[in-house]
């Protein structure tokens, strides 16, 4: 079992940066990888970016690329988002999560940070 806490979600204006930080406990064979999805009212939940422990694995979602960074720190257990150069469309409900391998559909969930950015 893994569990997950969120911090970081807020408000900002367009243009804006903010930065999510997920920490993990419990498992970490089960948390080998580790990363963050959003979903926005009235859409579907989509794959941002993740990270493995080993750095063998690594994704972005094109909406993000060069924008968003995914980083993880092993010696915390813990994942971070920096999110830069914010639009209004990043708008969203973010989720960590963790599986043993990086994919799609991940076993184990944060509670949510809300992110809102404001044109």
């Known amino acids: 079992q893994v569990h997950l806490v969120e911090s970081g979600g807020g408000s900002v204006q367009a243009g804006g940066s903010l930065r999510l930080s997920c920490a993990a406990f419990g498992d970490l064979y089960s948390s080998e990888c580790m990363g963050w999805f959003r979903q926005a009212p009235g859409k579907e939940r989509e794959r941002v970016a993740d990270i493995s422990r080993s750095g063998i694995s690594n994704y972005y979602a094109d909406a993000v690329k060069g924008r968003f960074t995914i980083t993880l720190d092993n010696a915390k257990n813990t994942v971070y988002l920096q999110m830069n150069s914010l639009k209004p469309e990043d708008t969203a409900m973010y989720y960590c999560?963790?599986?043993?391998?990086?994919?799609?559909?991940?076993?184990?969930w944060g509670q949510g940070t809300q992110v809102t950015v404001s044109s």
């Open positions: 999560a963790a599986d043993g391998w990086c994919r799609a559909s991940p076993r184990y």
